[in-house]
Nanobody
Framework: QVQLVESGGDSVQAGGSLRLSCAVS????????MGWFRQAPGKAREGVAA???????KYADSVKGRFSISRDSARNTLYLQMNSLRPEDTATYYC??????????????????WGQGTQVTVSS
């Protein structure tokens, strides 16, 4: 069955970098839309970045220029490179799969499969 497993979360200082990974099994993600979402305590879940098709990507304004989403089709793995991290980036990060859409989007309700999340903590 389809399964998404995140890894790479850690505690870092402001200005540092992390690379999150999401291993996908059960379905190919070569064309389907995949995204990263995050949720901080007391706040709503928000979209961070998404990728679909050959090179279609979408980023939240708050992470443009700092985060980069990519995927390795051969390894069926999704990545989120996070640079210049800020304390406000602190959250649980989730990867998700939308198996019905082949364009990048951040509409969380349209994603059908979710991982369990990985914690990112950025200290000031």
């Amino acid at each position: 069955q389809v399964q998404l497993v995140e890894s790479g979360g850690d505690s870092v200082q402001a200005g540092g970098s992390l690379r999150l990974s999401c291993a996908v099994s059960g379905y190919s993600n070569s064309n389907w839309c995949m995204g990263w979402f995050r949720q901080a305590p007391g706040k709503a879940r928000e979209g961070v970045a998404a990728i679909a098709g050959a090179s279609s990507t979408k980023y939240a304004d708050s992470v443009k220029g700092r985060f980069s989403i990519s995927r390795d089709s051969a390894r069926n793995t999704l990545y989120l490179q996070m640079n210049s991290l800020r304390p406000e980036d602190t959250a649980t990060y989730y990867c998700a799969l939308d198996p019905w859409v082949e364009y990048a989007h951040l509409g969380d309700l349209q994603y059908n499969y979710w991982g369990q999340g990985t914690q990112v903590t950025v200290s000031s």
